[in-house]
C-alpha cells in the first residue's frame, strides 16, 4: 500500500505565507505526476499546482505568482510554498501522486494516490 501524508497546514493573516509538504511512504518503485488540489466549502475540487518527475510545473490561474510547488524524488516528497496569500485560499488541500507501486517492474500497478487533506485558512 501506498500512503500520502501533508502537514503545515494552519490558520494565516491574508498577505501572509505557509509551507505545505507531502510525504509518499509504501511500495513504491516511482511516481509520475505529483500535485496539490483544494476545495473550498461549497466548492469543487480545483488544480493547485502539478510537478512533472523532471521538474516540469503547472499551475491554476488563480496562483500564478504567489504559490511554488517543489519535488525531492529522492524521498518521494513535494511541498508547495505559498506566499501573499489571500482570503480565497482557504481550502483544504489535497496532495495527489501517479505511482506505480509494487515490490519490482515485473509485477506493478499505477494509481492515483491520495492525501487526507490539511486545511489552510486565511482570515482577512
Known amino acids: 500500500q501506498v500512503q500520502l501524508v501533508e502537514s503545515g497546514g494552519g490558520l494565516v493573516q491574508a498577505g501572509g505565507s505557509l509551507r505545505l509538504s507531502c510525504a509518499a511512504s509504501?511500495?513504491?518503485?516511482?511516481?509520475?505526476?505529483m500535485g496539490w488540489y483544494r476545495q473550498a466549502p461549497g466548492k469543487q475540487r480545483e488544480l493547485v499546482a502539478t510537478?512533472?518527475?523532471?521538474?516540469?510545473?503547472n499551475y491554476g490561474d488563480s496562483v500564478k505568482g504567489r504559490l511554488t510547488i517543489s519535488r525531492d524524488n529522492a524521498d518521494n516528497s513535494i511541498s508547495l510554498q505559498m506566499n501573499s496569500l489571500k482570503p480565497e485560499d482557504t481550502a483544504v488541500y489535497y496532495c495527489?501522486?501517479?505511482?506505480?507501486?509494487?515490490?519490482?517492474?515485473?509485477?506493478?500497478?499505477?494509481?492515483?494516490?491520495w492525501g487526507t487533506g490539511t486545511e489552510v485558512n486565511v482570515s482577512s
Open positions: 509504501g511500495k513504491i518503485l516511482s511516481i509520475n505526476d
Open positions: 510537478i512533472t518527475k523532471d521538474g516540469r510545473t
Open positions: 495527489h501522486g501517479d505511482v506505480v507501486s509494487g515490490t519490482n517492474y515485473d509485477s506493478f500497478s499505477c494509481i492515483d494516490y
